[in-house]
């Protein structure tokens, strides 16, 4: 059983569409994030979501909507994709936000390739 | 704002030789401190994690890791590589006053040559 899902696994896309991508997880996790991986390897958390409310919202471009319907979903879409939203986009999750779970480390999904032509 | 430095952003060895990966974090209050491992391909995976206690901890696949406080270092060691270990590396803070805001190093590559 898969902790963190996400579909798809890979996305290919040409500029100016809209797409999305899901996350899952089956942790009955309070906390789950978006990070971006960029070429480079780097990581940065662009979003997280505490019981299905906004916690961190990093300077992520508004063309960037997560959306989190439950606390075991957060889905990332994106619109008017551009080439440098070229990334693999890591969604993770943690028991809790504060207090004793912010001892937890995070859990993390196996990516989405976006490739945007 | 924390921030996480890693020493060397590629490090090659050859099988069975010692590995030490250097991190250090600028934040001076409270941290939780971890390290991830990405395989070619995978998701990052936790290595080993340090909240509070004994500043050398150990973790999976023969790794650890040394707190020092007044050096704001973590680095990571293994006395012995394998080529299994071929893999990126992260070195991440959390700053545990203010939950989970986890801020990751620009990773470190290893290459382990058979």
Known sequence: DTAVSQTPKYLVTQM?????????????????????????KFLK?????????????????????????DKAH???HINSLELGD????????????????AYSPLHFG???????? | AQSVSQHNHHVILSEAASLELGCNYSYGGTVNLFWYVQYP??????LLKYFSGDPLV???????????????SFNLRKPSVQWSDTAEYFCAVNDGNYGQNFVFGPGTRLSVLP
């Open chain 1, 16 to 40: 100016g569409n809209d797409k999305s991508i899901k996350c899952e997880q089956n942790l009955g996790h309070d906390t789950m994030y978006w990070y971006k991986q960029d070429s480079k």
């Open chain 2, 41 to 46: 391909g995978q998701h990052l995976q936790l």
């Open chain 1, 110 to 117: 196996n990516g989405t390739r976006l490739t945007v032509t």
């Open chain 1, 74 to 76: 957060l889905n990332l």
């Open chain 2, 58 to 72: 150990k973790g999976i696949k023969g790794f650890e890791a040394e707190f020092i406080k007044s050096k704001f």
């Open chain 1, 86 to 101: 070229s990334a693999v986009y890591f969604c993770a999750s943690s028991p809790e936000h504060f207090g004793q779970g």
């Open chain 1, 45 to 69: 958390i662009m979003f997280s979501y505490n019981n299905k409310e906004l916690i961190i919202n990093e300077t992520v471009p508004n063309r960037f909507s997560p959306k989190s319907p």
